[in-house]
């Protein structure tokens, strides 16, 4: 049985689509938003190398490992603003630990949390000694010389105020609005620099893994019904058809609970419409005729992905369906800039065909 053919003749030859940096540069800036609305897009993929989609799968990863680090960030240090209006308001006391004894400004005991089997209390007046296992299963205690801490799964402990002062190596150590601020702002920082690296090996490594194993299966498929196509052709159309998937996912996890596999699902069917239309046949689009891939489109999903951007940072109330409706409005104006851009129809020429002349004697 013989193997229908990789792609159409003119598709096989390929033209090149340009030399330069500005060239290879456009196509990586339009990859952000053309996948997710233009087949044109994914008839050209196939002209470019595997290389160039994974290149364009870092640099995009590494937008949204950024986006989501300082989203991150810009949360954990709403936490010092919080910290310090503890303090101020006097619902957290200020406490100074000199020798390893403690005194507190404020009436005590002070009891900070009391619910859901959590109890966290100051009280260096010796009114509260011990925690009430019975009654808690996580709780913190500060005394006059010991921080008693009991946890559901570590048991009761106590941990001596002086040997706290020795990991801080300050005598005497001031716990305040200001000290626990700064104290934060460190912790924040160093909470950044692991959670970017955490993103980040997720997003670049374990993503790409997922997409080359997803690759494969998609190959295999094929191949039973005798369509032979190239691993990496099959792998650069899964890198950019994951785009659009990325984006809706987030909309729906703003929006919804996503059930299980449902990325997946997804993922599939825009890597099928992806490769329909990359091996359509010459001439033809996935719907109809070819159109140039009129990359300034792109332009128009620029103020999608600053509000999705923003959403992501800010977590902006109702944001999901913010959202959702600047994604609708976009493609709205993509497909109407598609329809513009379609190829002038030809019109058939007459055929005026000379009248047969008469045979000469």
């Given at each position: ?203 670049l490594l374990v993503r790409l893994l997922y997409l080359a194993l997803l690759a494969l299966l998609v190959q295999l498929v094929l191949s039973l019904f005798n369509r032979k196509i190239p691993y990496g052709l099959i792998l650069s159309v ?17 929006l919804t609970t996503a059930f299980f596999l449902l990325q997946t699902l997804l993922l599939l069917i825009a890597w099928g419409v992806g490769l329909a239309a990359a091996l359509a046949p010459s001439g033809r689009d996935f719907i109809g ?18 509000v999705l951007g923003v959403d992501r940072l800010f977590t902006l109330r109702n944001g999901g369906w913010f959202d959702f409706f600047a994604g609708l409005l976009t493609a709205i104006t993509l497909a109407i800039a598609g329809w513009y ?21």
């Amino acid at each position: 049985m013989q193997s229908e053919p990789l792609l159409p003749p003119a598709q096989a030859a390929g033209t090149p689509p340009g030399n330069g940096f500005l060239n290879e540069l456009g196509w990586l800036s339009a990859a952000f938003v053309l996948p997710a609305a233009s087949l044109s897009f994914y008839r050209r993929v196939q002209r470019r190398s595997t290389g160039s989609a994974i290149l364009f799968f870092m640099l995009f990863m590494l937008a949204i490992t950024l986006v989501a680090t300082v989203g991150i960030v810009l949360q954990l240090s709403q936490v010092s603003t919080v910290i310090r209006g503890a303090f101020v308001s006097g619902r957290v006391p200020e406490i100074t630990i000199r020798g390893g004894v403690a005194t507190v400004k404020g009436p005590q005991p002070a009891i900070l949390i009391d619910s859901n089997g959590t109890f966290v209390a100051i009280d260096t007046t010796g009114k509260l000694r011990e925690i009430d296992r019975e009654r808690y299963s996580n709780a913190f205690l500060l005394t006059a010389t010991d921080l008693k801490i009991l946890s559901s799964t570590q048991g009761a402990q106590s941990l001596p105020l002086s040997e706290l002062q020795k990991v801080f190596n300050q005598d005497p150590l001031v716990i305040n609005a200001e000290s626990m601020a700064r104290l934060w702002q460190g912790l924040t920082l160093v909470l950044a620099v692991v959670v970017f690296f955490g993103l980040l090996i997720w997003n670049l490594l374990v993503r790409l893994l997922y997409l080359a194993l997803l690759a494969l299966l998609v190959q295999l498929v094929l191949s039973l019904f005798n369509r032979k196509i190239p691993y990496g052709l099959i792998l650069s159309v899964g890198i950019y058809a994951f785009v659009p998937v990325i984006y809706l996912m987030y909309i729906i996890g703003r929006l919804t609970t996503a059930f299980f596999l449902l990325q997946t699902l997804l993922l599939l069917i825009a890597w099928g419409v992806g490769l329909a239309a990359a091996l359509a046949p010459s001439g033809r689009d996935f719907i109809g005729p070819d159109r140039p891939l009129r990359a300034w489109r792109a332009l128009v999903g620029v103020p999608w992905l600053l509000v999705l951007g923003v959403d992501r940072l800010f977590t902006l109330r109702n944001g999901g369906w913010f959202d959702f409706f600047a994604g609708l409005l976009t493609a709205i104006t993509l497909a109407i800039a598609g329809w513009y851009s379609l190829p002038p129809v030809q019109p058939e020429l007459p055929n005026f065909a000379e009248p047969p002349t008469a045979p000469s004697l």
